[in-house]
């Protein structure tokens, strides 16, 4: 069974600075995807930016990107110039072929102002 | 299309009660997934339906839980004899499947349940 860890229950930045936040994930498959979700305060669930395993290139989105680290089993999102409206509850998903999508039990980002 | 719909948003019911709860997905997706996440918690999956075929369930969906999709476009979850544990939020999602290329799935705004 795949499962999906995120070590991190809580993390805070201060306005304009670089967070991290860590995932590592479980599984024998090599061919997956990996997301970071980002669910706001009493708000739906959005994406934030997305991996494919078969890609070395580690994906970005503006001030999202990801370090992805296969043989590790690691998928880590790093917020740059942090901003207030990054403060949510952001969660690593994983998914596999047809299947559904496992989630971790998240990380809440605090952003100092 | 505006995206997953969910009705309704909030559910106040007795112990004991039936609650359905309806999903409608963004139109041109196959796929349609059904989550519970409780406060400070990832989703956990529930199941799962490609078209009107409902292809996986998970553990967590006991005798007292059943989910439709009659005609392949929306869904409905049914928990019957609720108990208090049931209280959660209750999320729907839709993508296309792994063969029509889209991989990420598509969340409505939930359904919170709370059962008193």
């Known amino acids: 069974a795949q499962t999906v860890t995120q070590s991190q229950p809580e993390m805070s930045v201060q306005e304009a600075e670089t967070v991290t936040l860590s995932c590592t994930y479980d599984t024998s498959e090599s061919d997956y995807y990996l997301f970071w979700y980002k669910q706001p305060p009493s708000r739906q669930m959005i994406l934030v930016i997305r991996?494919?395993?078969?890609?070395?290139q580690n994906a970005t989105e503006n001030r999202f990107s990801v370090n992805f680290q296969k043989a590790a089993k690691s998928f880590s999102l790093k917020i740059s110039d942090s901003q207030l409206g990054d403060a949510a509850m952001y969660f690593c998903?994983?998914?596999?072929?047809?299947?559904?999508?496992?989630f971790g039990a998240g990380t809440r980002l605090t952003v100092k102002p | 299309d505006t995206g997953v719909s969910q009705d309704p948003r909030h559910k106040i019911t007795k112990r004991g009660q039936n609650v359905t709860f309806r999903c409608d997905p963004i139109s041109e997706h196959n796929r349609l997934y059904w989550y519970r996440q409780t406060l400070g918690q990832g989703p956990e999956f529930l199941t799962y339906f490609q078209n009107e075929a409902q292809l996986e369930k998970s553990r967590l969906l006991s005798d007292r839980f059943s989910a439709e999709r009659p005609k392949g476009s929306f869904s409905t979850l049914e928990i019957q004899r609720t108990e208090q544990g049931d209280s959660a939020m209750y999320l729907c999602?839709?993508?296309?499947?792994?063969?029509?290329?889209?991989?990420?799935?598509?969340f409505g705004q939930g359904t919170r349940l709370t059962v008193v």
């Open positions: 991996q494919e395993a078969y890609k070395q």
């Open positions: 999602a839709s993508s296309l499947s792994w063969d029509r290329g889209l991989r990420e799935a598509f």
């Open positions: 998903a994983y998914r596999r072929n047809n299947n559904d999508m496992r």
